[in-house]
């Protein structure tokens, strides 16, 4: 069975600041591996997906995350956090059909 | 080009009574996927159907639970005697013909479950 763990179910930065939030999976096959984020009251919007075909993927919003089959790992990565980036990011993993989500990670930005 | 819709957004019930949640997916998609979140959980997969075919109910609960999909008209979750611990948010998601795992998954706004 496949899992994703997220690391820090709050994660805090100033506008401006490095995001980085952490996500390890388990699979015991090569997984599919997704990031989506959910504003308040809202559904959740795919930020990116990596399939393989690259371990570096870039995403929207200037986001990117990196597969590390090593580390077990796909964290998610923002050069310089906005005010408008504060919401609630979930990893999730896939072998077909279901996905697996992690419990999620709520960014806040501070001015 | 409309994403997927969720309706209604909210829904208050009593104990006991029955709900219903429908969702339509994207245009020219046939996949659908229902998920619950809770109250500080991420989402939990709940099932997944095809037009008429249940492909994956390995997440609905063994009672009370059911869902459908019918060739003509919207997906249907369906909740009999409902219970406090069923109020949630329930997302619905759906996806392309094809059905490979790296397909991504279109999510709805989401229905609103409030049990009284």
């Known amino acids: 069975a496949q899992s994703v763990t997220q690391l820090g179910s709050h994660v805090s930065v100033s506008e401006g600041a490095l995001v980085l939030l952490r996500c390890n999976y388990s699979?015991?096959?090569?997984?599919?591996l997704f990031w989506y984020v959910q504003y308040p009251n809202q559904g959740l919007q795919l930020l990116l997906k990596?399939?393989?075909?690259?371990?570096l993927v870039k995403g929207i919003n200037g986001f990117e995350a990196e597969f590390k089959k090593s580390e077990t790992s796909f964290h998610l990565t923002k050069p310089s956090a906005h005010m408008s980036d504060a919401a609630e990011y979930f990893c999730?993993?896939?072998?077909?059909?279901?996905?697996?989500f992690g419990k999620g990670t709520s960014l806040l930005v501070t001015p | 080009n409309a994403g997927v819709m969720q309706n209604p957004r909210h829904l208050v019930r009593r104990r006991g009574q029955e709900a219903r949640l429908r969702c339509s997916p994207m245009k020219g998609h046939s996949h659908v996927y229902w998920y619950r979140q809770l109250p500080e959980e991420g989402l939990k997969f709940m099932v997944y159907l095809q037009k008429e075919n249940i492909i994956d109910e390995s997440g609905m609960p063994k009672e009370r639970f059911s869902a459908e999909f019918p060739k003509e008209g919207p997906s249907i979750l369906r909740i009999q005697q409902v219970v406090r611990g069923d109020s949630a948010a329930y997302f619905c998601?759906?996806?392309?013909?094809?059905?490979?795992?790296?397909?991504?998954?279109?999510f709805g706004p989401g229905t609103r479950l409030t049990v009284l």
């Open positions: 990596y399939t393989s075909a690259a371990t």
């Open positions: 999730a993993v896939s072998l077909g059909g279901a996905l697996n």
């Open positions: 699979s015991s096959v090569p997984p599919y």
């Open positions: 998601a759906s996806s392309p013909p094809g059905g490979s795992a790296n397909n991504e998954q279109f």
